[in-house]
């Protein structure tokens, strides 16, 4: 009992050191830690008491992705792909990104920008303002934003 006892402190203590450098989801810490060789069992205690400590928050997780990818330059559409797939609960998201602060018009705007670097959208072609809406689609940016920043 006593070793398991240790064990899970060494899994917190493992855990702790993780959130110290960046946020983490569950996901995540639970990974890193089974490659630290943690089993299933000891690294969920270990998440749930960085849980009730608040050491671990995957709102505050949420909120850190949206505004380090949107920095970079993706829409919304592929931040939530990306939080779905880390398994961040769906309403959490929407919450965050309802909550974010993030004109995504205007990030689409910049996005074309940067894309096209010194060249003026007006005076693209079709062919050229079709590619660039399925730039835009695809790094997550709704066909309407993508319309709007191309114009």
Not at 11 to 29: G, K, M, P
Not at 114 to 121: A, D, G, I, V
């Amino acid at each position: 009992m006593a070793e398991s006892s240790d064990v899970l402190k060494q899994a917190i203590a493992a855990s702790l050191n993780l959130l110290s450098y960046r946020e983490h989801c569950r996901q995540e810490l639970k990974l890193k830690l089974a490659q630290r060789g943690f089993c299933a069992e000891i690294a969920s205690s270990a998440i749930e008491y960085c849980i009730t400590q608040g050491w671990l928050d995957e709102a505050r997780y949420t909120e850190c992705w949206i505004r380090s990818r949107a920095a970079k330059g993706f829409g919304p559409s592929r931040i939530r792909s990306e939080l779905g797939a880390k398994g961040i609960d769906r309403a959490l998201v929407e919450e965050q990104l309802n909550l974010s602060e993030c004109d995504w018009f205007e990030l689409a705007v910049k996005a074309c920008h940067k894309k096209l670097s010194h060249q003026e959208t007006g005076s693209l072609s079709r062919e050229q303002k079709l590619k660039l809406t399925r730039f835009l689609v695809g790094r997550g940016f709704s066909l309407e934003q993508a319309r709007a920043a191309i114009e």
